[in-house]
């Protein structure tokens, strides 16, 4: 497998996003790095079908990919695994791999379809029911879900666009035991990440963009103050200076969670310090994201929060960042500004 990007150009008004960008790539797991603006998003919505460039070509295993179709780009054996999935979250994860599937009749073997899909989540050591609702995982589980739907639909080139981001340390461990092996497989990985020790772990080599244009390729062993000279050189350096808060100020949470079924009660009881930077770690499957979810809701619990400063409890305190910001984050028929307004 080969997969060829020659002289590739894309502007949107005077903004040069991509210019003259030129990557070959036969094998292996290949990063692809720069600061935000360096055009790599722009380079993988070009790759993947979502926008038409300005010039170049790319070409795949010596046939040359209709530009500007996310069609022929799945036909030509393209597969993106975005930051955010793009799944369908009210169907189960079984629906979801009969979007879009060659098959005009999909449910007619539906046996058949779902045993095709065990046998590569099992190979790939993924144990998931076929019968889950797609909004009910996690993010990092729907990216796993998503990788297999990929594979499934015939992607030989798989860019992953920032994939960790949202992972637990071991979903992130088996993705990258799922990479290597696709790579042994022959199967090309284009590995989009700001996260360096993740590309020095995993991958053989990169290009690292600047501005619009390729500034350096690298391949294994990789320095660390290579790439960030490559990423970083000529741009301004302003240093911010951190000070120590000086503030004695302190708030104590009282948490209390009575569990109906259980008939159980479970307490928790800290003071913080304000300025402080506080981590919150379990491994997965100890639910980490309820509790923190329990600052923001009072269904079968109760939350008390005692200040020992002047600030009122009427004060907005708390403000929550879900992993999953498209689903939960966020209001898609609301414009930027009607955001803020909220």
């Known amino acids: 497998m080969k997969i060829e ?3 590739i150009s894309k502007s ?8 003259e960008i030129k990557i070959s790539i036969n094998e292996g797991i290949h990063a692809l790095l720069g600061e935000n603006g360096a055009g790599k998003s722009t380079l993988v919505k070009i790759i993947s079908g979502q926008i038409t460039p300005d010039s170049g070509e790319i070409v795949i295993d010596n046939s040359k990919l209709l530009l500007g179709s996310p069609k022929e780009s799945i036909k030509g054996g393209v597969g993106l695994l975005n930051q955010d999935p793009l799944d369908f979250g009210n169907l189960s994860i079984l629906e979801s791999f009969l979007v879009g599937i060659k098959d005009k009749n ?3 073997n539906l046996s058949q379809t779902s045993n095709s899909i065990s046998k590569l989540f099992k190979k790939y050591n993924l144990n998931f029911d076929f019968s889950q609702r797609t909004n009910s995982l996690s993010i990092g589980e729907r990216q796993q879900v998503e990788l297999i739907r990929l594979l499934y639909n015939g992607a030989k080139i798989i860019i992953l666009d920032e ?6 340390l071991e979903q992130k461990k088996m993705m990258f035991q799922t990479l290597r092996t696709l790579s042994n497989e022959g199967i090309i990985i284009i590995f989009v990440s700001h996260k360096l020790d993740e590309v020095i772990e995993i991958c053989d080599s990169g290009t690292i963009l600047k501005a619009g ?6 391949r294994k062993p990789f320095k660390t103050e290579q790439i960030i000279e490559a990423m970083f050189e000529n741009t301004k350096n302003d240093t911010l200076e951190l000070v120590q808060t000086s503030s004695n100020e302190k708030f104590q949470i009282n948490f209390e969670k009575t569990d109906l079924k259980k008939q159980q009660n479970s307490f928790f009881q800290k003071d913080f310090q304000y300025g402080s930077v506080i981590g919150i770690a379990g491994l997965q499957g100890s639910y980490n994201d309820l509790f923190v979810k329990n600052f923001f809701t009072h269904e079968l619990s109760s939350t008390q929060i005692v200040l020992e400063s002047k600030k009122k409890m009427s004060e907005k305190l708390f403000y929550y960042m879900p992993a999953d910001r498209i689903e939960r984050g966020l209001f898609s028929e609301l414009s930027v500004l009607e955001h803020y307004g909220l």
């Open 106 to 108: 999909p449910f007619r």
């Open 12 to 19: 949107f008004g005077e903004l040069k996003a991509n210019s």
């Open 5 to 7: 990007i020659k002289n």
């Open 163 to 168: 994939p960790t981001s949202a992972f637990s």
């Open 213 to 218: 244009k390729v500034v350096k390729s690298i």
